[in-house]
């Protein structure tokens, strides 16, 4: 059975939504799958799992969030190669930079050797029921690539 990881942030509960009907998408295809807040995890752990999903909302003009900083600095230290990663989080169209966090956060699990083997999953502000049945299957398609 494939052991998935995810960490996220979230302030307004948005990306947080969306955690939560992933992790459904991912548990409808039997994977293993513990879920932290970005706080409560080290990026070391990532070591142990078959997949990796990251979540975080983006803030400011672009930036990752300030709970996602230490983690994202600690993924330096890690070596994901053979690793399945994906990435997801809220988004407000209102800046200038369109959900930047998940492209950062793309960008270096792929530095760190990690294949992400979905597109960013971007959801604009708080997810409709038919967004929240897009990240659903974003979840179970993620499992399939495991």
């Given at each position: 059975m494939a052991k998935v990881i995810m960490v996220f942030t979230s302030?307004?509960?948005?990306?947080?939504?969306?955690?939560?009907a992933i992790a459904e998408?991912?548990?409808e295809q039997s994977a293993e799958l513990d879920v932290k807040e970005v706080l409560d995890a080290t990026a070391t752990e990532l070591e142990e799992y078959d997949g990796i999903l990251l979540?975080?909302?983006?803030?400011g003009d672009g930036e990752l969030p300030d709970d996602f900083l230490d983690f994202y600095d600690e993924l330096d230290d890690v070596d994901l190669t053979g690793k399945k990663a994906a990435v997801f989080g809220s988004c407000d169209s209102s800046y200038e930079k369109y959900g930047a966090a998940v492209d950062i956060l793309m960008e270096k699990l792929q530095e760190?050797?990690?294949?992400?083997?979905?597109d960013g999953l971007k959801v604009e502000l708080t997810p409709t029921n038919e967004e929240k049945q897009l990240c659903r299957l974003f979840g179970r398609d993620f499992v399939k690539h495991l």
């Open positions: 302030m307004t509960g948005n990306t947080e939504e969306m955690a939560e998408g991912v548990r979540g975080a909302y983006t803030w760190r050797g990690a294949e992400v083997v979905l």
